[in-house]
Structure formats: C-alpha cells, structure tokens
C-alpha cells in the first residue's frame, strides 16, 4: 500500500476522531449548562444538517477543484473554527449564545464533510488496482465505524474528566495533525490534479438538479442496489448506536453495557482484521453474507430467549460488530468498481447524502417507534400470552424488539439488493 495513502489516512482517521469526540463533549458540556436534552440533541442535528446541506456543492464543484489545495483549506477551516470556539468559551463560557456555538460547529462540520468526500474518491488514484487497493478500501470504510464507536466516550471522557479545555485541545490538534498529514504527504502529479472535465460535465450546470440527481441513481440499476443497501446499513446502525445502550441500561444494567462495549471492540478488530489479511477480490459475496448475519443477530435480539442463552447472547454481539468493517468495506469497494474515478466526486456526494440522511432518521425513527408505539404497545390486552412469551414484557423489550425490526429492515434489504446487484450488468 503506498505511503501517500497511508499518511492521509491516517490523518483523516485522527482528524475525524477529533472532531466526533469534540461533537460529542460539547454536546454534553451543552447538556451541563442548563441541563435541557435538546441542547444535546441540537449538536448532533445541527452537523448533520450542515454536512448534507454541503453535499450538492462539493458534488458539483470537488471534481475541478485541486485535491491536495482542497484537503488544506477544509482543514485550515476546521481548525480556525476551533480557534474562535477556544476564544469565544473560554472568555465567556456559557453566556455565549447557543446559536453562535451551533453555527461555528456547523461550519466545522461542513468542513469534515469536504475531507471525507475528497478523500474516498482519492483512493483509485492513490493506490493501485488490485490487494493494495481492496486492502485500503477496508481500511477507509472500517475507520468510519470505528471512529462512531470509539468518539462518544472519548468526548465524554473528556468532557468529564478535562472539561471544555480538553475537549477543545483534542479538537485543534486533531486538525493540526490532518494538515501536517496534507502537506507532508508525498503526492503523486495524478492526485494533484482536480479530477477533471469529465466529472463536472456529468455533473450538470444547475445546482437545483442536485436532488433530481440522487432520485435518479435510486433508478439506476447498477447503483440502485448499492444506495439502498447502503442507506439500510446507516440506518440500522445509527439505530443501534442508541438502542442498544439503552437495552443493556434498561434491561440488564450498567455492568453489562461495559463488558458488551469491550466484546463489541474485539468483535470489530477481527472482522477488520479478516478483511486485511483476506483481501477479497469479489466483494458483493462478502456483503451479502455480512448483511444477512447481522439481520438474523438483530432479529434475535428481538426474542426475549435471546437475552437467556448467554453464550448466545455474547456471540451474536461479537458476529454482528465484526460484520460491520466487512459489509463497510465491501460496499466501498463495490462503488469504486461501479463508477469511474472520474465521476467519483459527483456520485460518492449523491451516496453520503442518501447514507447520511437514513442515518439521521434511524437516530430519530427507532427512538419515535420505541417510545411512540412499541412502550404503550406492550401494555395493551389484548395480545396473545405466546407471543408476550416470545417478545418479552421487561423494561428493555421495547428496545430489543426495535432491533429485532430493524433486522427484518436489514435483511430483506440485503437480500432483494444483493440480488438485483448480481443481476446488473458489469460497469464499463
């Protein structure tokens, strides 16, 4: 694997760690303030939004804008940011208004989503055809996952523990180490280079078709199938992002979420580690067989004799986190092999906003469906006593049951997709 690659993966891994753990202990340093959930859940709202308003922009114009330039100016962005975010708080502190603190963090947010568009469509150039080039795939695909794991208690780590001071610090570093990453990397005359007319033609003139353009890869049999595996991945694993916490602390107590994180950990380093020691040639086998096992572990889930076999129980935690690099990382490898690294820009900006989109309403939905319906569900009468039996009536079924739908999501997904996929014709 070449060494440009490498560098600036491991600066966009650093910088996105730092910038999603930063999210979160500002969203709790928030939270501390006047103690309202809604200044927690504001932050996560607010860069998510900020993110998919960017997208059409970068979709039309990244591919002839110059790479390396670009990677700079979205990292000089994100620490200048956290610049004014440093001077602002720590002069003020919480008399800063809420909407200033949203704006900045919304800036900062639209710059990280520059980084990763500019980076995924860089790894074609980058790194050869072939193991080199599936084994950077996985590398780039699992680091997401890995970064949405690791982040939130890392910022509340810090949150705790060191307080906005160390939250911010985190964060300025973080992008410091990306740039010097930018800079330093040996890039070759390939990757300076914008991505070309070609990207730009396709991409149309009107920014307004931006939309228009993403309903239509929805109607495109090579790429249908890839968004709509995609946008069920991102929407079942933000999902359970937070439902499965809020099982365990519901359920079975805080000492079991501790243990299940750590299983959840080496679970994620062994199908990561799976995929870099296999380097699968033809990934949609490999997706095809991750998504169907996560959907029967999360269906399982939904079964209260799930929660009794132990052994069970823990295995299906360790199959289903090592699913998540796998199917991670076949799916990227899968778009590279469809679209040409010319148009890569354009369509990898489509794909983030329809993945990043699921993934905000998986946050909200599963949550809606849990207190919503599934909670006073539970409590109706007229249920028959076999199936109360077998869904289970304690104080963390409702969110075990939620998972156990959106494994039935994830698994008739995977299989008409994946199907369809198989039968699209090869891209030219």
Do not use: H
Not at 46 to 71: D, E, F, K
Not at 300 to 326: D, K, N, S, Y
């Amino acid at each position: 694997m070449r060494r440009p690659f490498s560098l600036l993966w491991l600066g966009q891994l650093v910088s996105n760690l730092g910038t999603q753990a930063s999210l979160y202990g500002m969203g709790l340093w928030l939270f501390q303030q006047q103690w309202r959930v809604v200044d927690f859940a504001a932050v996560a709202v607010v860069v998510q939004l900020a993110r998919l308003a960017i997208l059409p922009l970068l979709g039309q114009r990244l591919a002839r804008w110059p790479r390396r330039r670009t990677m700079l100016v979205a990292n000089a962005i994100g620490g200048s940011v956290t610049v004014g975010l440093a001077l602002l708080l720590l002069r003020d502190g919480s008399r800063v208004p809420v909407a200033i603190l949203l704006t900045l963090l919304a800036i900062s947010a639209a710059a990280e989503a520059a980084l990763v568009l500019c980076f995924s469509s860089l790894i074609t150039t980058l790194v050869p055809e072939g193991p080199a080039q599936t084994r950077a795939t996985g590398l780039f695909a699992s680091s997401d996952g890995l970064v949405l794991s690791v982040a939130p208690f890392l910022g509340a780590w810090l949150a705790a523990e060191a307080g906005l001071p160390g939250v911010l610090w985190l964060d300025g570093f973080s992008f410091l180490w990306a740039f010097l990453c930018v800079a330093l990397a040996p890039w070759p005359p390939s990757a300076l280079a914008p991505a070309g007319a070609g990207g730009l033609a396709l991409a149309g003139a009107k920014p307004a078709s931006f939309r228009r353009q993403v309903v239509q890869l929805l109607r495109e049999p090579t790429l249908a199938p890839l968004g709509w595996i995609g946008m069920a991945l991102a929407f079942v694993y933000a999902g359970c992002e937070v439902l499965f916490p809020a099982w365990l602390l519901a359920g079975m107590g805080p000492d079991r979420l501790g243990m299940a994180l750590l299983v959840g950990g080496i679970g994620y380093g062994l199908g990561m580690g799976l995929w870099l020691w296999r380097r699968p040639v033809r990934p949609l086998p490999w997706l095809r067989a991750a998504v169907l096992v996560q959907g029967w572990v999360l269906i399982g889930a939904g079964l209260v004799v799930f929660e009794r076999w132990q052994p069970i129980w823990w295995l299906g935690i360790l199959v289903f986190t090592a699913g998540i690099p796998i199917s991670l990382a076949a799916l990227q490898c899968l778009w590279q092999q469809q679209v040409s690294a010319l148009d890569q820009p354009r369509r990898f900006a489509q794909r983030l906003s329809l993945e990043w989109c699921a993934r905000l309403l998986g946050f909200v939905g599963l949550a809606a469906l849990v207190d919503g319906f599934l909670r006073p569900a539970l409590s109706w009468p007229l249920w028959p006593r076999w199936l109360l039996d077998g869904l289970g009536v304690g104080p963390g079924r409702p969110m075990a049951m939620a998972m156990g739908l959106a494994g039935w999501l994830l698994l008739l997904t995977g299989l008409r997709q994946a199907a369809a996929l198989a039968r699209a014709p090869s891209p030219v």
